[in-house]
């Protein structure tokens, strides 16, 4: 038995399926967890979403940015972009089964992993985890998410969703604030202060921080670094392994890799297993 995490599919379902076959994954032996972004970008995201829910109880995922654009664009909340690849999903007979399954996954994922004194707590989510918050307390912050992404009030939150205030995280925010800065947290972040506060425009790795900012994973004294996070979101980070971290997203829909981690009997035995992906979209 093996547990799998794959980084961002992008809609690159050729590349999903030749993954899983060096892999040799079996869903009555193995478990895979997807760290997000699904679809979008790439050239078959309904081959994806069919592959992946095909797998039943043997596969998971998070939730990631484009996956989110996906149900706001199905419910008439955004338009789709210029550069989107969602249309196969959207005129697609089995469109309700798909979005359904979609909006019964997770924000965040948790598994301890090992025994005894060499057992660790692994999280599991699409971009980054606020300095304040603990491990329990992301995967509360993810279930008040969840809760109203499979209620009838999702309509009702994918439209106050978008926006990028608040900036900073506090225990005081209700509603829909209080739900925008934790979707923006697991989803989107990729530098903030030493204090919380995120920052959006810059995309560029890790050693282009902008000023007064950092890598949400190096901020000091952060509350989840005596676990494992895993993410995908940042490719041009790409694939980065230290005992506190996992960056899993190898720019597949760019032309680079799709890429896996085999996690072992502890957190520290982990295998990188990838597959170069054919350009679908240039990036910028």
Request: charged share 20%; aromatic share 6%.
């Amino acid at each position: 038995m093996a547990l799998y995490l794959i980084g961002d599919v992008q809609g690159c379902d050729d590349a999903l399926r030749r993954l899983m076959d060096t892999l040799d994954f079996s869903p009555s032996r193995d478990t895979l967890v997807l760290l997000g972004d699904l679809v979008n970008r790439g050239p078959d995201s309904v081959g994806v979403l069919r592959r992946v829910q095909r797998l039943g109880a043997s596969a998971r995922s998070v939730l990631g940015n484009h996956d989110l654009h996906l149900l706001g664009v199905a419910h008439g909340i955004r338009k789709a972009g210029r550069r989107d690849t969602l249309a196969g999903i959207l005129d697609a007979p089995d469109r309700a089964a798909l979005l359904d399954w979609l909006r019964h996954q997770h924000m965040a994922l948790h598994q301890r992993v090992g025994t005894g004194e060499r057992a660790g707590d692994l999280l599991m989510l699409h971009a980054g985890v606020l300095p304040q918050w603990t491990v329990a307390d992301t995967l509360a912050r993810a279930a008040e998410v969840e809760q109203v992404l499979r209620s009838p009030q999702l309509g009702e939150f994918l439209q106050s969703m978008y926006g990028n205030e608040p900036a900073q995280w506090s225990d005081a925010l209700a509603g829909s604030a209080r739900l925008r800065v934790i979707v923006n947290a697991l989803t989107r972040l990729r530098y903030c202060s030493a204090d919380g506060v995120m920052e959006f425009d810059s995309k560029d790795a890790s050693a282009e921080a902008p000023a007064g900012f950092m890598p949400w994973y190096d901020v000091p004294g952060r509350r989840t670094a005596n676990a494992t996070v895993a993410f995908g979101h940042w490719s041009t980070l790409g694939w980065l392994s230290r005992p506190d971290l996992l960056s899993t997203d190898t720019g597949c829909v760019w032309g680079g890799c799709l890429s896996a981690v085999r996690i072992g009997a502890t957190l520290a035995e982990r295998e990188h297993i990838e597959v170069h992906c054919d350009q679908a979209q240039a990036p910028g």
